[in-house]
């Protein structure tokens, strides 16, 4: 099962984090880390630093986040390692968007 998200949707009408509970602030953060580490870096498919926040059996992914822009401008990430994977939306212009600071 895919995690199909539009940060936009996680955000206020300043951009911010609104006030939310803990684990959809965590997963909003955890998303905001892919978008910026793709919006960093140039290329296709690449590690972004960003380990998976899976714990599949009580044991925590030992994977990275792969990621790239597809051409339906999202970010397209997934782990190599559980198969965690999904689509970012509404990404450009957000704190994590990190491509027009480049």
Known sequence: MA????LGHLLD???????MSKPVRR????????VKAVTTRQG???ATGVKCRRWPKNN???????AFIDRQ????WSCP?????????????????WSVSA
């Open 44 to 46: 296709d498919g690449l």
């Open 60 to 66: 925590r992914c030992p994977g990275e986040i792969i």
């Open 13 to 19: 009408k300043d951009g911010c984090i609104p006030g």
């Open 81 to 97: 390692a559980c198969g965690e994977n999904g689509r970012i939306s509404g990404w450009r212009s957000t704190t994590w968007d």
């Open 27 to 34: 997963l909003a953060e955890y998303l905001g880390g892919i």
């Open 3 to 6: 995690l199909i998200t539009n």
């Open 73 to 76: 401008d999202c970010v397209s």
